[in-house]
C-alpha cells in the first residue's frame, strides 16, 4: 500500500546538535510539506516543496533546512539555530487535488534534552 | 498565515450531534478542510468544501458559506472513538493549508 513515512517517532536532541528527520513517499505525490505543532496551536508551516529540486519556506523556517533531491523524499534539519525545537513534526504530501487534501506522515516527536 | 478561529474544548454524550465551527478571512480563499486527529497521531482527511453548502459522509457532514468566512463540522450518531482533535484548515496558494488550533471533542458515556 502507499503511504508517507516518517522516521523516527521519538528523537532526542542535546543542545547545540543538528538532527534530520525523514519523509518519504511512494504516492508518486509532487507536493511535500513540513509542518510543526505545538500544544493549543494549530499546524505551522516550516517548508514546502511543490518540484523536485525546489522548495520555499513556509511561515517558520528560521532553524530549519530542507532538501529535495528525489521526488520520494523531504528531509528536515533542525538546525542548533532553532531555539526551541520540542515538538511534533508532521509531513505531508498532496498530489495536487485538492479534493483529496494531504497524506500525512505518523509524525516525530523530537524533544531537546 | 490566515486567521482561523474554532472553539478549544467541546463535550457531548455518546449519541448526540455535535457542531464545530470555524470562521476564517475570506482573502485568497481556495477551499476548506477538516481533519480528525487523535492524540499522538497524523491528522486524517475529513472532507473538503469548496462551494457554498452542506456536504455528507455517512454520520459527518461538513458545511460552508464562503461570503460569511464559516465553516461547521457535524458529527452525528456520537461514538466514543469520535473523542479526537478536529482541526479546520484553510487552502490557499500553492495548495499550501493554514490550520486552525483544532478543537478537542470529548465523547462522554
Known amino acids: 500500500d502507499g503511504g508517507i513515512t516518517q522516521s523516527p517517532k521519538y528523537l532526542f536532541r542535546k543542545e547545540g546538535q543538528n538532527v534530520t528527520l525523514s519523509c518519504e513517499q511512494n504516492?508518486?505525490?509532487?507536493?511535500m510539506y513540513w509542518y510543526r505543532q505545538d500544544p493549543g496551536q494549530g499546524l505551522r508551516l516550516i517548508y514546502y516543496s511543490q518540484i523536485v529540486n525546489d522548495f520555499q519556506k513556509g511561515d517558520i523556517a528560521e532553524g530549519y533546512s530542507v532538501s529535495r533531491e528525489k521526488k520520494e523524499s523531504f528531509p528536515l534539519t533542525v538546525t542548533s539555530a532553532q531555539k526551541n525545537p520540542t515538538a511534533f513534526y508532521l509531513c505531508?504530501?498532496?498530489?495536487?487535488?485538492?479534493?483529496?487534501?494531504?497524506?500525512f506522515g505518523s509524525g516525530t516527536r523530537l524533544t531537546v534534552v | 498565515g490566515q486567521n482561523i478561529d474554532q472553539p478549544t474544548e467541546m463535550t457531548a454524550t455518546e449519541g448526540a450531534i455535535v457542531q464545530i465551527n470555524c470562521t476564517y478571512q475570506?482573502?485568497?480563499?481556495?477551499?476548506l478542510f477538516w481533519y480528525q486527529q487523535h492524540a499522538g497521531e497524523a491528522p486524517t482527511f475529513l472532507s473538503y468544501n469548496v462551494l457554498d453548502g452542506l456536504e455528507e459522509k455517512g454520520r459527518f457532514s461538513s458545511f460552508l458559506s464562503r461570503s460569511k468566512g464559516y465553516s461547521y463540522l457535524l458529527l452525528k450518531e456520537l461514538q466514543m472513538k469520535d473523542s479526537a482533535s478536529y482541526l479546520c484548515a484553510h487552502s490557499v496558494a500553492d495548495y499550501k493549508l493554514s490550520f486552525g488550533a483544532g478543537t478537542t471533542v470529548t465523547v462522554r458515556a
Open positions: 505531508a504530501s498532496t498530489l495536487g487535488d485538492q479534493r483529496r487534501g494531504y497524506t
Open positions: 504516492l508518486n505525490h509532487d507536493a
Open positions: 475570506t482573502s485568497g480563499f481556495n477551499g
